[in-house]
């Protein structure tokens, strides 16, 4: 018992002892934390303030970069809200609004969508080309003045500056149905299809190529209608040169190969022609010094005794084309193969030569005498040799596409024109309602004065003596100058017209004499002239229109403006009072004129069904003063304006034929300038006049680019 007490008294010795030990170790290690804060330096302070001013900061900033990203993440939320909110307001609005479908993206195309209201209108382009193709340039581009992306803009960039609210559809229209109002449509180089519904269809495609059914045209000819054709006219040039400086070929096949063929003689293929001509005189000049001499340019035009002839006659004689192009007339081609041309002579008598006949025509150049006593005899088809080329490129004029065609198939009692769809002068096409055509695909059918030269000339005799007097045919251009647009040109020449109808000059005109004059009215502007300036002319008179155009709501608020007693008819003194509330005051005269003409019942009142009737009917009448402005958008017939003729000749020359009444022509500098400077204004975009701008520096101080690529 005593050892055990002994071992527990030891044990609590060595408990007792830990535990002061560790006691004491506590202390200590106390008073060295003690002694070491007693002995901390102000710079350790400092230290330590810094890093708990900066633990806040850190802290600070934490808490605003959250809240900075939570309220981005908020706002992009509720912008997404709000542009969704947006797109459905839109298209809530877009089915309230008439659907007007356009197809094509040229000139005529381009010109509407810039100027249609899409606040009243919901307006969708349909093209297969998603660029607009400045093409009064394409000939330059085709000979390496100015790039080809310089005379091209996007749709999409173009809408997005003139109209962002129209939408485009790349795709090409297959079909239209105008009954119920629908087009078919398939995406390029895919099987997608869609159709889409239209309130008013605006063709403005443009046409095709015309090529008489020519054998061989398509497959051995070059067109210049698009960027392909002048990459090709560009590569088929130098490919020519190319082939005929190699060792081995035959003076025969090098005398080919550097005959260049234009057919055709008008304003773009003598455009095209020049730049050729500059193109071959210069760059390809000094490339092959040995083959200058054997390059020719040939042009090719049947059934015309001058070039141009879309211009006056003036301009062609004052400037000929130049003596080292060959002109051939009066000749029909038959065929073309891969490396000549099969041609038919169709003048008067077998063998007469060309205007300007080349080195290899075989017949004397002195056409035989004709007795005046004789009638001319009857054209003839001679033969004569095939034409040997290296290109040739053909610019005989355009015939109307696929969908036109279709068109033009399903109204066929009304839709004459083998070329065009006929439209009357609010360019809207026959027998297809609601269908409208701008530019090259269509065409606009005139009255002609001579189908009714007799009764005109009846009601023009005011003294019945079977004369007309320089009074009475004055009266011609008062009475008829709405009916027959024609009349318009000849408006301020009537003394003109008289002296020069007067063939016998006894001061008056015989039936004969009026009849010759009606000739030569409708000779005038029966068809429109294939230019851009026609096309976008007529886009700008379409949008005005449509813009200004009233429906049938904007006709009743009108009608419950003028019915002051709201009896649902409209009495003579309403009328009266009405437009005058209007500010549209009208004599009683007037008055009585406006209710005889809209009172269809005969029962002396107008009722709202007469009115809505009688004023949309009035919209396209273009009446002017008084009662006759109730429209408010009088929509007149369309009427071309021919600003000026621009053709450019010559590298430093050119010719200019200014204004529909002016005959002056300017050449030299100063009129190269100036079309280069219309030319200029007519681009549509910033981008295009300093690409435009660069391509002229460059070409003139380093020479064209005639590169392939």
């Given at each position: 018992m005593l050892s055990a007490l002994r071992f527990g008294i030891r044990d609590a010795s060595v408990v007792s002892r830990t535990i002061r030990t560790s006691r004491s170790q506590r202390s200590l290690a106390d008073g060295k934390e003690r002694l070491k804060a007693e002995s901390r330096t102000p710079f350790q302070d400092l230290r330590a303030y810094y890093r708990h001013q900066e633990s806040r900061r850190f802290k600070i900033k934490s808490f605003l970069v959250g809240l900075a990203v939570g309220g981005l993440f908020l706002t992009i939320v509720l912008w997404g809200a709000g542009a969704a909110t947006k797109a459905q307001n839109k298209a809530k609005a877009r089915k309230k609004?008439?659907?007007?479908?356009?197809?094509?993206?040229?000139?005529?195309?381009?010109?509407?969508?810039?100027?249609?209201?899409?606040?009243?209108?919901?307006?969708?382009?349909?093209?297969?080309?998603?660029?607009?193709?400045?093409?009064?340039?394409?000939?330059?581009?085709?000979?390496?003045?100015?790039?080809?992306?310089?005379?091209?803009?996007?749709i999409s960039r173009f809408l997005q500056r003139f109209n962002p609210d129209v939408r485009y559809y790349e795709a090409i229209c297959t079909d239209v149905d105008p009954a119920a109002h629908r087009i078919s449509c398939q995406v390029p180089g895919s099987h997608g299809e869609f159709t889409l519904d239209y309130d008013k269809l605006v063709l403005a495609v443009g046409s095709t190529n015309k090529t008489w059914g020519i054998k061989g045209v398509d497959a051995n000819c070059i067109f210049v209608k698009d960027i392909q054709d002048a990459r090709r006219i560009r590569h088929r040039v130098l490919e020519c040169f190319s082939v005929a400086s190699s060792p081995g070929i035959d003076d025969e096949t090098v005398s080919r190969l550097l005959r260049f063929v234009v057919v055709g003689a008008g304003p773009a293929s003598t455009i095209f022609a020049t730049q050729l001509k500059g193109m071959l005189n210069g760059e390809m000049k000094s490339r092959y010094p040995a083959l200058a001499d054997k390059v020719k340019v040939t042009f090719i035009e049947a059934g015309t005794d001058h070039i141009k002839n879309i211009y006056e006659r003036k301009i062609s004689h004052q400037f000929p084309p130049p003596e080292d192009v060959e002109i051939l007339r009066d000749l029909r081609i038959k065929e073309i193969t891969h490396d000549k041309i099969v041609l038919v002579d169709t003048d008067a008598g077998a063998g007469a030569p060309p205007a300007v006949a080349p080195s290899w025509w075989p017949f004397s150049t002195r056409a035989p005498a004709q007795d005046p006593a004789r009638p001319p005899p009857k054209p003839e088809e001679t033969n004569v040799p095939s034409l040997p080329y290296g290109m040739c490129v053909w610019m005989t004029g355009y015939g109307p596409n696929e969908l036109v065609e279709k068109l033009r198939r399903q109204r066929p009692a009304v839709q004459l024109n083998k070329y065009a769809?006929?439209?009357?002068?609010?360019?809207?096409?026959?027998?297809?309602?609601?269908?409208?055509?701008?530019?090259?695909?269509?065409?606009?059918?005139?009255?002609?004065?001579?189908?009714?030269?007799?009764?005109?000339?009846?009601?023009?005799?005011?003294?019945?003596?079977?004369?007309?007097?320089?009074?009475?045919?004055?009266?011609?251009?008062?009475?008829?100058?709405?009916?027959?647009?024609?009349?318009?040109?000849?408006?301020?020449?009537?003394?003109?017209?008289f002296a020069e109808g007067d063939v016998n000059h006894d001061g008056k005109l015989s039936v004969d004499e009026f009849q010759s004059i009606l000739h030569r009215v409708d000779a005038m502007l029966t068809t429109l002239p294939a230019t851009a300036e026609t096309a976008i002319q007529q886009g700008r008179y379409l949008a005005d229109s449509f813009n200004t155009r009233l429906e049938t709501a904007d006709v009743q608020k009108i009608f419950h403006e003028l019915d002051l007693d709201s009896s649902g008819f409209l009495e003579a003194l309403e009328v009266k009072e009405g437009l005058k509330k209007l500010h549209l005051p009208a004599s009683d005269e007037e008055v009585i004129e406006f209710i005889s003409m809209s009172d269809r019942d005969k029962d002396g009142r107008i009722s709202e069904k007469e009115f809505v009737q009688f004023v949309l009917a009035q919209q396209k009448q273009g009446y002017e003063g008084d009662w006759k402005r109730l429209s408010r958008a009088k929509i007149t017939p369309f009427r071309y304006q021919h600003l000026g003729g621009f053709e450019y000749v010559g590298y430093e020359n050119s010719i200019t034929q200014r204004g529909s009444k002016s005959e002056s022509v300017l050449d030299g500098w100063g009129a190269t300038w100036l079309w280069k400077s219309a030319m200029y204004s007519q681009l549509v975009s910033a981008r295009n006049r300093v690409k435009m701008s660069l391509d002229w520096a460059v070409s003139k101080v380093v020479g064209r680019d005639v590169s392939k690529d």
């Open positions: 609004k008439e659907r007007v479908v356009v197809l094509g993206s040229g000139w005529g195309g381009l010109s509407f969508v810039s100027a249609i209201d899409t606040n009243r209108y919901d307006v969708v382009v349909v093209s297969p080309r998603e660029h607009f193709l400045f093409s009064p340039w394409l000939a330059q581009a085709a000979v390496g003045i100015v790039n080809l992306s310089s005379i091209t803009e996007p769809l006929l439209t009357d002068d609010f360019l809207e096409a026959f027998g297809l309602p609601d269908v409208f055509a701008v530019g090259e695909c269509g065409t606009i059918d005139r009255a002609e004065l001579v189908s009714r030269w007799m009764d005109v000339f009846k009601s023009l005799d005011e003294n019945d003596d079977g004369f007309l007097d320089p009074r009475e045919l004055s009266l011609l251009f008062t009475k008829y100058r709405r009916q027959f647009p024609q009349l318009e040109e000849f408006a301020s020449k009537a003394e003109s017209l």
